[in-house]
C-alpha cells in the first residue's frame, strides 16, 4: 500500500517530509497510512513571508473584496466535497461525520462571506459604534475603529474536524485582512493538506495569505509579536503549556484557546417520559454519544435528569445505543466508525477507567462488542459507553475527566438548582442544553449557569424540526467558553473577524473623522451639486454631498387630516387639555410620522431614476415637538455607500429635520438603494 507523504506549503513552496516525519495510522485498520512533518521547516521564513507578502496583500483589498473570495473559496471547495470525503474514511468518520466536517465547514465561509458583504463596509476599516462628541461645538469628535493585525495568525487546530476546524478559523481571520499559518493535529493532517491544495490551486488567495505546517511548528509561537495571534484548539494541558510560554506572556501576544469540556445536557423536570420533549433528550443524547465516536468538543459528557426519570433515561437510551452499529465507516449500514488512532484508542480507554471509579457502567463494553467488517483488535474500536453516577455531589472525577470518545455519564438531580448546580461543577464548558418546554425553567438555567458555559441551547417540541443540535457551533454564534473551555470565543459572527484586528480610539475633526471612516460625521464638509441627488447613479453621488430643502408650514388641517387617514388619535394630537398636562408637550403636535411624511415630501425627487426603492429607516430619533403652524425644513446629506450587487448599492442618507428656529426636531438614517449606472 502507497505511504502518503503529507506535505507542508512554507513561503510559497510546497515542503515533503523530511526529518523528524511522524507516522500516521488509518484509524480503520491500524495500518501505517501516510507519514508528516519536517524539523527543517523554515518557521521564520513562513513568518516573515506572511507578514510581509501575505499581509500587505490582504490589507489592499476591501472587506467585500475579500468576502467576494471567501465565497468563490467555498464555491470552489464544494466542487471536491467528494474527493475530500473518500480521504476523510481513513480517519474512522462516517459519511454523515464527513458532512458535519466538510460541508460544515464550507457552509462557514458561505456564512461569513455573506456576513462581510451585509455588516461590514466596503472599505478597509470597520467603524465600531457611534461617533462621540467630545466637544460642546461638535468640532472635536471620537469614533472607534478596527484595524487589521499587521502579523500572522497561527491557527493550532484539534484531529476531529480536519476540515471545518481550519475553515472556521480561516474564513474571519481572511475576512479581517490577516494571512494565516495553518498547523492541524498531525493524525488528521491529510485531509486538511488535501483542502489547503484546492484552495491554493484555485488561485482565488492572494500571495502569502495561506501556508500550512504539516507536523510540528518547531520555535514558531517563541518569535511572534504583538501584531500576531494564536487560536488554539486542544487538549487544556497543551493550551496551558503553549499560552504561559515567557515570549508569550512577555509580547501580549493573543493567544485564544478552545479546549476541554465536560459539557452537560439537562432533562427539564416536565419533560417526563412519553412527553415529545422526552424523546428529543435521548435522540440528542445518542447522537453526541455517537456522533465522530464521540470526538466532539461540544459533545455530551454528562447527562443530567431528574432523580425520578433516571432508571427511564439509562433504558430509553440504552436501547437507542443498542442499535447503533460499528464498523468500517465506509459501508453503508455503519452509524460509527473508530477513534481516529489506537493511541486515542488507549487514551479513552484510561479514562474509562478513572470514571469507572466513581460511577457504574449500565451499558457498552469496551472489550467484547460487534462490528462490522473490520478486525476491532488492529482498528481504534470501541463501543458506545454509558455510566450512571449515584453520588453526583461527592463525586469528582466525573466532573474533570472527560474521555473523548462515546462515553456520556448519567446523574441524577432533586430540583432545578441541584441540576444547575452540577452542570456549573464541569468549571466552565463550551455548551450546556436544557431539554423543557416550561420557559421559566430555561430563563433560571441562564440566570445561574451562563456564567459558566459560553453557549446554552434549549430545544423542545416547538423547535425541533428546525434545531441543529447540542454539539453544532454555528458561525453565527459565540463557539467558546469560561474556565477549562479556555476562556476564549471564536465565530460569533463579525466578532469572530474581530479577534483578529485592533481597536483604537481616533480623535478630531468631522472633517478627519469622515476622510479616515469613509463616513459623513456631522459638522464636516457638505459637498452641492447642481442636480437633485436622486437623479444621480450610486457611483455619481459622493460622500457629503447634500440638499436643504425649502420649509413647509405643519397646519392644524394637516394634523387632523392626518389622524383620521391613518387612525392615530393619540391624545397629544388630537386634546389640547390632555396635550398641555403631557410634560413633554406644550399643547398639541403633530405627529412624529406626520413629520416624516412630509420630510419625504420635502426632499423626495419624484421622477424615475437611479433610486430603485426605500428599503427602511435607523436610528430615528424625535428630539423637539412641531406645534400647529410652526414650519420645518430638510437637510439630505450622502452619509455612506455601499456596493450590494452587480446591479445596485446601497446609500444611506443622513437625514435632519429642523423647525424654523434651525432647531433639530428629528434626525435619523434613510436606507436606498441606487443603480450603479456608468463608473
Known amino acids: 500500500m502507497t505511504i502518503l507523504d503529507v506535505k507542508s506549503f512554507a513561503h510559497g513552496e510546497w515542503v515533503a517530509p523530511g526529518k523528524g516525519a511522524r507516522n500516521i495510522e488509518n484509524a480503520i485498520t491500524g495500518a501505517l497510512f501516510a507519514r508528516a512533518g519536517n524539523d527543517n521547516l523554515d518557521v521564520t521564513a513562513m513568518l516573515e513571508y506572511a507578514r510581509q507578502i501575505g499581509g500587505p496583500n490582504l490589507r489592499k483589498l476591501t472587506f467585500h473584496d475579500r468576502a467576494r473570495m471567501l465565497k468563490a473559496l467555498a464555491l470552489h471547495l464544494s466542487q471536491y466535497k467528494q474527493a475530500l470525503y473518500d480521504l476523510s474514511f481513513a480517519t474512522g468518520a462516517t459519511l454523515t461525520d464527513h458532512k458535519i466536517d466538510i460541508d460544515g465547514g464550507i457552509g462557514t465561509m458561505f456564512v461569513f462571506a455573506s456576513k462581510g458583504r451585509r455588516e461590514m463596509p466596503d472599505s478597509q476599516i470597520y467603524l465600531d459604534g457611534d461617533v462621540e462628541q467630545l466637544s460642546r461645538d461638535g468640532t472635536f469628535l471620537g469614533h472607534h475603529v478596527y484595524t487589521p493585525m499587521q502579523g500572522a495568525a497561527i491557527h493550532i487546530n484539534a484531529f476531529n474536524f480536519p476540515v471545518w476546524g481550519m475553515l472556521e478559523k480561516l474564513a474571519p481571520t481572511l475576512l479581517a485582512g490577516v494571512p494565516a499559518i495553518v498547523k492541524p493535529a498531525t493524525a488528521t493532517c491529510y485531509v486538511t493538506e488535501l483542502a489547503v491544495k484546492i484552495m491554493l490551486d484555485s488561485g482565488l488567495l492572494p500571495k502569502g495569505s495561506l501556508q500550512l505546517v504539516s507536523g510540528g511548528i518547531s520555535n514558531m509561537l517563541d518569535q511572534l509579536t504583538c501584531q500576531d495571534a494564536v487560536g488554539f484548539t486542544g487538549s487544556a494541558q497543551t493550551a496551558f503549556k503553549l499560552r504561559s510560554s515567557s515570549h508569550i506572556l512577555k509580547n501580549s501576544v493573543q493567544f485564544v484557546a478552545e479546549q476541554d469540556s465536560l459539557n452537560a445536557s439537562i432533562l427539564g423536570a416536565d419533560a417526563v417520559p412519553g412527553t415529545p420533549e422526552f424523546d428529543i433528550f435521548i435522540k440528542e443524547a445518542h447522537r453526541e454519544i455517537t456522533s465522530k465516536a464521540g470526538q466532539k468538543c461540544t459533545a455530551i459528557r454528562r447527562i443530567i435528569a431528574p432523580d425520578s426519570h433516571i432508571e427511564a433515561v439509562i433504558d430509553a437510551l440504552s436501547k437507542r445505543l443498542s442499535k447503533t452499529t460499528i464498523g468500517d465507516p465506509q459501508l453503508d449500514d455503519v452509524r460509527m466508525g473508530p477513534l481516529v488512532s489506537n493511541n486515542q484508542k488507549r487514551d479513552v480507554l484510561e479514562k474509562v477507567s478513572i470514571l469507572a471509579e466513581e460511577a457504574e457502567l449500565v451499558y457498552g463494553d469496551p472489550n467484547k462488542f460487534d462490528a462490522i467488517g473490520v478486525d476491532t483488535q488492529k482498528g481504534a474500536f470501541v ?81 425541533v424540526k428546525e434545531s441543529t443540535g447540542h454539539g453544532s457551533p454555528l458561525p453565527h454564534m459565540v463557539h467558546g467558553g469560561p474556565g477549562r473551555a479556555g476562556g476564549g470565543e471564536e465565530l460569533g459572527g463579525i466578532r ?84 398641555k398636562r403631557n410634560p413633554f408637550f406644550p399643547g398639541r403636535v403633530a405627529h412624529g410620522y406626520l413629520l416624516l411624511s412630509f420630510a419625504a415630501g420635502l426632499f423626495v425627487e419624484p421622477s424615475e431614476g437611479p433610486v430603485l426603492a426605500n428599503t427602511g429607516l435607523d436610528k430615528l430619533r424625535f428630539l423637539k415637538p412641531i406645534e400647529p403652524g410652526e414650519s420645518i425644513k430638510v437637510r439630505l446629506t450622502v452619509k455612506r455607500k455601499t456596493p450590494r450587487n452587480d446591479e445596485y448599492g446601497e446609500v444611506r442618507w443622513h437625514v435632519s429635520l429642523f423647525n424654523a428656529g434651525d432647531e433639530l426636531a428629528a434626525e435619523y438614517e434613510l436606507l436606498t438603494m441606487n443603480t450603479y449606472g456608468c463608473e
Open 496 to 579: 469572530g473577524v474581530l479577534h483578529y484586528m485592533q481597536r483604537s480610539a481616533i480623535q478630531g475633526s468631522p472633517e478627519i473623522l469622515t476622510a479616515i471612516g469613509e463616513q459623513w460625521v456631522p459638522g464636516s464638509i457638505e459637498l452641492t451639486e447642481s442636480t437633485h441627488p436622486f437623479t444621480r447613479t450610486f457611483h455619481e453621488l459622493k460622500i457629503g454631498e447634500t440638499i436643504y430643502t425649502e420649509p413647509r408650514e405643519v397646519t392644524i388641517d394637516n394634523i387632523e387630516h392626518f389622524a383620521q387617514f391613518t387612525g392615530d388619535n393619540f391624545y397629544a394630537h388630537m386634546n389640547e387639555k390632555a396635550a
Open 383 to 463: 463501543s458506545p459507553m454509558l455510566f450512571h453516577c449515584q453520588y453526583p455531589d461527592t463525586a469528582e472525577r466525573v466532573h474533570d475527566t472527560e474521555a473523548f470518545g462515546p462515553v456520556s455519564t448519567i446523574m441524577g438531580y432533586r430540583n432545578l438548582d441541584h441540576a444547575i448546580e452540577l452542570a456549573n461543577r464541569g468549571a466552565g464548558s463550551l455548551v450546556a442544553s436544557v431539554v423543557t418546554h416550561d420557559t421559566q425553567i430555561a430563563r433560571e438555567v441562564v440566570m445561574s449557569a451562563g456564567a459558566f458555559h459560553g453557549r446554552l441551547y434549549f430545544n423542545n417540541r416547538d423547535s
